[in-house]
C-alpha cells in the first residue's frame, strides 16, 4: 500500500515529462512492475446513470461484450507479470461477471502488488465482499453521485440508496475482518450533487480510507448535459476545500482536482503527461491494451522486444523541452491531501 502511494505521490509531484520517463525506463530495463491495468470483463451495467453513456440507447447496442475465464488467465499469462496495480471495474459494472472473485485470486497468483476494484456496489452480498477481501482484494471503490436517496437515486438511474448504506455497512463488517482492506468513495461531482458532498460523513462515517472527488465529464451522449464548471471553480473554497480539510484531519487521503484545473477540464485538448500511455493498461472484451497486441499469441515482453520499446522509452527522455510543465490529464488531475 505505501509503495501504491510513494508511486502516485512522485507521478503527481513531478512535473518534468522527461523524468518521468526516465522512472518508466528505468523500471522497464530492469524488468519491474509499472503498468496498471484497467480491466473491465464484462460491458454492461445494471445502471443507467444520468452522467453515463449507459444512458445513451444507442450506446448500450453496440457497448457490449464479456470475457470467458479462460480468456482472462490468457490476458493474465500476457500481462499481469508488468502490473503494478489491477482496477477491476473501470468504464463498466464488473459484479455482473460470474468469475470475479476468480479473477482477483488470479491477480494474487501473479503477485500483483494491488488489486482494487470499482463497482456501484447494489449487487454485492457481505458474503461476496468477505469473499473478495479474502481472496486477496485491497481494495473497493463505491462510487456515487450523491449523498442523499432523491440525488442518487434520480442520478443512478436503477440505483437504489438503501441498498448502497447496506453495502457500506457489509463493507465496515469486512474491514473488521480484514483491518488492511480499504474503502475508496468515488465522488462524481456535478451542479446538482455539489452541495451534498459536505454531508459525507452523515452516510459514510469514518470508514473511508480514500476520497477522491471527480469532477464531472462529458462520456458520450450521456442523458445529463450539465458540463459546466464554472460554478464547482467558484465555490470550491467553500465547499470542496472544507472537505479536504476535513479528510486531512480524519487521516483519510482525499484525491481532488487543483483549483486551477477544474476550468481547463471542458477543453478537448488534453496533454499526455508522459506517465499514461506508457504505464495505463486498458483491458476489455473490445480490446487489449495496444491495438496490434493479440494476448493469445505473445506476451508484455515479446511486444517490448518487437516494437522496441525500451529504445523508444528511452529516446523520449531526450525529445522535446527539459523544462516543459505537464498540462492538465483527465486520468492524473488530482493533488493527494
Same mark, same amino acid.
Given at each position: 500500500m505505501r509503495n501504491i502511494y510513494k508511486v502516485l505521490r512522485f507521478a503527481t509531484l513531478v512535473r518534468n515529462k522527461r523524468i518521468r520517463l526516465l522512472g518508466i525506463w528505468i523500471m522497464h530495463t530492469l524488468g519491474k512492475r509499472y503498468i496498471g491495468i484497467f480491466l473491465d470483463p464484462v460491458l454492461a451495467c445494471n445502471f443507467r446513470c444520468r452522467i453515463c453513456y449507459f444512458s445513451d440507447e444507442e450506446k448500450r447496442k453496440n457497448y457490449r461484450g464479456i470475457f470467458r475465464f479462460e480468456e482472462i488467465e490468457l490476458i493474465a499469462k500476457a500481462l499481469f507479470g508488468r502490473a503494478l496495480k489491477l482496477q477491476i471495474g473501470c468504464g463498466a459494472e464488473p459484479t455482473l461477471h460470474k468469475d470475479l472473485i476468480k479473477i482477483i485470486v488470479l491477480g494474487k497468483q501473479y503477485k500483483i502488488p494491488y488489486i482494487s476494484l470499482t463497482t456501484n456496489g447494489n449487487l454485492l452480498t457481505r458474503e461476496q465482499i468477505s469473499d473478495a477481501a479474502g481472496a486477496g482484494l485491497n481494495e473497493i471503490t463505491l462510487s456515487t453521485h450523491g449523498l442523499t436517496e432523491k440525488t442518487y437515486e434520480y442520478l443512478m438511474t436503477n440505483g437504489r440508496f438503501d441498498l448502497f448504506k447496506q453495502t457500506l455497512q457489509h463493507v465496515k463488517e469486512v474491514k473488521a475482518q480484514y483491518p488492511a482492506f480499504k474503502l475508496r468513495i468515488n465522488y462524481t461531482i456535478n451542479n446538482r450533487n455539489m452541495d451534498e458532498v459536505g454531508g459525507l460523513w452523515n452516510v459514510i462515517g469514518n470508514?473511508?480510507? /480514500?476520497?477522491? /472527488?471527480?469532477? /464531472?465529464?462529458k462520456i458520450g451522449n450521456s442523458e445529463y448535459a450539465d458540463f459546466d464548471m464554472t460554478r464547482i471553480y467558484n465555490r470550491y473554497d467553500s465547499v470542496l476545500a472544507p472537505v479536504a480539510a476535513e479528510c486531512k484531519r480524519r487521516k483519510i487521503t482525499c484525491l481532488i482536482p487543483v483549483k486551477e484545473h477544474i476550468l481547463a477540464l471542458k477543453s478537448d485538448e488534453m496533454q499526455d503527461d508522459g506517465m499514461e500511455s506508457e504505464t495505463y493498461c486498458y483491458v476489455s472484451p473490445r480490446g487489449c491494451w495496444k491495438d496490434d497486441f493479440?494476448?493469445?499469441?505473445?506476451? $508484455?515482453?515479446?511486444?517490448?522486444?518487437?516494437?522496441?520499446?525500451?529504445?523508444?522509452?528511452?529516446?523520449? /527522455? $531526450?525529445?522535446?523541452?527539459?523544462?516543459?510543465?505537464?498540462?492538465?490529464?483527465?486520468?492524473?488531475?488530482y493533488s493527494i491531501k
Open positions: 470508514e473511508v480510507d /480514500i476520497l477522491q /472527488i471527480r469532477p /464531472i465529464q493479440d494476448y493469445r499469441t505473445e506476451t $508484455f515482453e515479446s511486444y517490448a522486444r518487437r516494437h522496441r520499446l525500451g529504445s523508444r522509452l528511452f529516446a523520449g /527522455i $531526450f525529445a522535446g523541452s527539459s523544462t516543459k510543465k505537464v498540462d492538465v490529464s483527465r486520468k492524473m488531475n
